[in-house]
């Protein structure tokens, strides 16, 4: 690695640009991501989020723009930046049929780990599914499930973590026992960029929350600096400060509903 490469964000995104047929999904994109941290991106759906993770962890190519990953062209050097990321995607790898130990050491296997079974066994402890780890995958509950296909991308310390919307369709419960993994992850030093559209998520995870709306990043900021972007209200002589739905909303709300009205 170059001293630049070190120096550099981990992630960094600049005027990227997609389109599917007559589709401009993403018209100029840009964002950079800091080593060690964890970055939202907010987006309802159809915004976007999966076409730009599938262009960062080199599954699909840009129209115009660059990218770098742990410091490597995602274009240009696709080898390398596949083997700086994993990816959990927005639906889960795991096979059912399997146990989730055997999983497991199937992963470990396929990425030439020396020893399977301890990678498994590890990674079983650290996810607390030891105890579920001789069961089939396919009696776990969404939130073990989850936390399973989080410790199968994890399989050969991977610096860069991409979770498509890491919680969609688990219940709060599982939500929560899938935050308190994410955030381990990034206290560990790994980095991670998560998509999501519920803004509670961002809120509770993300270090920084980037806003893609309509093709671009609208907004980009910690979660303090974007609740600065709406004077708290006062009702009754009582502060409300502004919760990050009301700035979602007040951001892409009135266009979405003007969309829906045409
Ligand atoms: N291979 C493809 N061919 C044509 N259109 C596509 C393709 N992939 C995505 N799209 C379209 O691009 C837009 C963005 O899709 P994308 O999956 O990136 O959105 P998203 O933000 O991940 O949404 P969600 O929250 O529903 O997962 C959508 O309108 C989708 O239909
Ligand atoms: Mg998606």
């Known amino acids: 690695m170059t001293t630049d490469q070190a120096r550099g964000p981990e992630i960094r995104v600049q005027g990227v640009r997609k389109s599917f047929g007559e589709l401009q999904v993403l018209r100029g994109v840009d964002f950079d991501v800091a080593a060690g941290s964890i970055f939202a991106l907010l987006g309802s759906n159809g915004a976007g989020k999966t076409t730009l993770v599938k262009i ?15 410091g490597f062209d995602v274009a240009a050097t696709p080898g390398d930046v596949r083997e700086s990321i994993s990816l959990t995607g927005q639906f889960a790898a795991v096979d059912e049929v399997l146990t989730g130990r055997e999983n497991l050491v ?13 990678v498994a066994d ?14 089939r995958a396919g009696t776990y509950s969404g939130g073990m499930r989850r936390r399973l ?27 929560v026992e899938v935050w308190e993994t994410v955030k381990k992850l990034a206290q560990g030093g790994t980095t991670v960029l998560l998509t999501t559209q519920y803004l509670d998520e961002a809120e509770q995870l993300a270090d920084r929350i ?5 093709g671009t990043i609208i907004q980009n900021g910690t979660l303090a ?3 600065q ?20 909303l007040s951001l892409v709300g009135a266009t979405g509903i003007e969309k829906e009205s045409r």
Not at 56 to 70: C, P, Q
Not at 122 to 135: D, M, Q, W
Not at 149 to 174: N, W, Y
Not at 229 to 248: G, I, N, R, T
Request: proline share 8%.
């Open 106 to 118: 199937l992963v470990a296997r396929l990425r030439h780990m020396k020893d399977p079974g301890a």
């Open 56 to 70: 960062l962890s080199t599954l699909l190519k840009a129209d115009e723009g660059t990218a770098t990953v742990h």
């Open 229 to 248: 972007l709406l004077p708290p209200a006062k009702v009754e002589y009582v502060e409300k400060q502004p919760s990050l739905e009301d700035v979602f």
């Open 122 to 135: 590890e990674l079983l402890a650290r996810f607390s599914l030891t105890e579920a780890g001789g069961r």
């Open 225 to 227: 600096e974007l609740k």
């Open 210 to 214: 980037a806003i893609l709306h309509e």
């Open 149 to 175: 296909d989080i410790s199968m991308s994890l399989i050969g310390d991977p610096p860069i973590i991409f979770l498509d919307e890491p919680t969609t369709g688990l219940d709060p419960q599982a939500r």
